[in-house]
């Protein structure tokens, strides 16, 4: 068991290390979620159980879980942050990319034609595209996908970074939150 370190609200990494990290008291994965099989993601979604509360304010606020399948819908947009590879590197400051949520059919052709034959299920859906050049990248697995509900004014958070071929070069592919949130919301009722 690999310790995990949770820093809320910092986008530098020098602040990261200045103001601490938030102990974790509980960690629930998903029962699908196999890590051995490296060609299928399912289920690839985690809860932590803070060991304290969180106070909010203008850098740390809560996002919202999706409610229906409207957004999914191709050329919809949302945001990618993360600290992940850039330049071969990890960056040293949050980055985030803003990506169209891509046909499903287009994505299903991309990984035929790359000869893959990793699991794209209906618990996943890809962004970005082949001639955007634009992605998450390792480092940013967890991360959330997230899009503005203009109607509602909130933030909803629609995906989850999972997995891709390269950087950059395509579309990648995350996690549906939507097709978990019975899930979630019947593991936050058992921690109380």
Not at 6 to 30: A, S, W, Y
Not at 89 to 106: F, G, N, Q
Request: charged share 25%.
């Amino acid at each position: 068991n690999a310790s995990v370190d949770v820093f809320l609200g910092h986008v530098n990494v020098d602040e990261i290390t200045k103001l601490g990290n938030h102990p974790v008291r509980r960690f629930i994965i998903h029962p699908d979620y196999r890590q051995e099989d490296s060609h299928s993601f399912e289920g690839d979604i985690a809860l932590l159980e803070l060991e304290n509360s969180v106070t909010l304010g203008p850098d740390i606020l809560p996002i919202c879980l999706p409610d229906n399948d409207t957004f999914y819908d191709w050329g919809f947009m949302g945001y990618v942050s993360g600290f992940g590879i850039t330049e071969r590197k990890l960056s040293h400051d949050l980055r985030y990319v803003h990506l169209p949520i891509a046909k499903r059919e287009m994505c299903q052709s991309w990984l035929q034609k790359k000869n893959r034959n990793d699991v794209f299920s209906r618990n996943m859906f890809c962004a970005g595209s082949p001639t955007l050049k634009q992605d998450s990248c390792q480092g940013d697995s967890g991360g959330v996908f997230a899009m503005k509900d203009e109607k509602n004014d909130q933030w909803v958070a629609m995906g989850i970074v999972s997995w891709g071929i390269g950087c950059g070069e395509g579309y990648g592919f995350y996690t549906k939150v939507l097709n978990y949130v019975d899930w979630i919301k019947k593991e936050m009722e058992k921690a109380g």
